[in-house]
């Protein structure tokens, strides 16, 4: 699966939107972009994931660029439940059930 | 609820003391796996499985054993537990395919001294 790139860390004002990028410059056509969250003493959770197309869901928003190198987790009103490391991966549609590969993410923090 | 269960959240064992990690998913989902968190080296799989009775080898396997007699089970089981896998294990499972997300459980940490 191809590599990712995240900032270390952002920070967010309670109640704002909250912007999560990340660079995948080398992308294949095939590469599902995959997004997952992991909260303080929890397992990893799902949030989203697409192929080529915006996603929304009820959780977030996933904006991919028009020539896929690189996305944007949107969450729209950020909460102090929002405070966690984000992870972006890549899968592609022909790794089968090859590994999730965790790289260190984005640690968002967020302030009352 | 659609979820997967691990059993014990925390255990604190002895070194060579066999034990059994237990993981159990309600989706009848195909794939399952595992998973170990430390400091410094993030999320590492262990083992994983495709179906009933089809398992294989992750990224860090040794002195882990792994079965999956029935769908929904996957339990991982130390033989023979050392300090170095005092850890944090995360079991998964997911339908397969890079089109669908997985499902994580809440952890185990588990202690070896």
């Known amino acids: 699966d191809a590599k990712t790139t995240q900032p270390n860390s952002m920070e967010s004002n309670e109640e704002e939107p909250v912007h999560l990028p990340c660079n995948h410059s080398?992308?294949?056509?095939?590469?599902?972009i995959h997004w997952y969250r992991q909260l303080p003493s929890q397992g990893p959770e799902y949030v989203i994931h697409g192929l080529t197309s915006n996603v929304n869901n009820r959780m977030a928003s996933l904006a991919i660029a028009e020539d896929r190198k690189s996305s944007t987790l949107i969450l729209h009103r950020a909460t102090l439940r929002d405070a966690a490391v984000y992870y972006c991966i890549l899968r592609s549609h022909y790794s089968g059930n090859t590994p999730l590969v965790f790289g260190k993410g984005t640690r968002l923090s967020v302030i009352a | 609820e659609a979820q997967v269960t691990q059993n014990p959240r925390y255990l604190i064992t002895v070194t060579g003391k066999k034990l059994t990690v237990t993981c159990s998913q309600n989706m009848n989902h195909e794939y399952m796996s595992w998973y170990r968190q430390d400091p410094g080296l993030g999320l590492r799989q262990i083992y994983y499985s495709m179906n009933v009775e089809v398992t294989d080898k992750g990224d860090v396997p040794e002195g882990y054993k792994v079965s999956r007699k029935e769908k929904r089970n996957f339990p991982l089981i130390l033989e023979s537990p050392s300090p170095n896998q005092t850890s944090l294990y995360f079991c998964?499972?997911?339908?397969?395919?890079?089109?669908?997300?997985?499902?994580f459980g809440s952890g185990t940490r588990l202690t070896v001294v």
């Open positions: 080398t992308i294949s056509g095939t590469d599902y």
């Open positions: 998964a499972s997911s339908p397969g395919g890079a089109d669908y997300g997985y499902t």
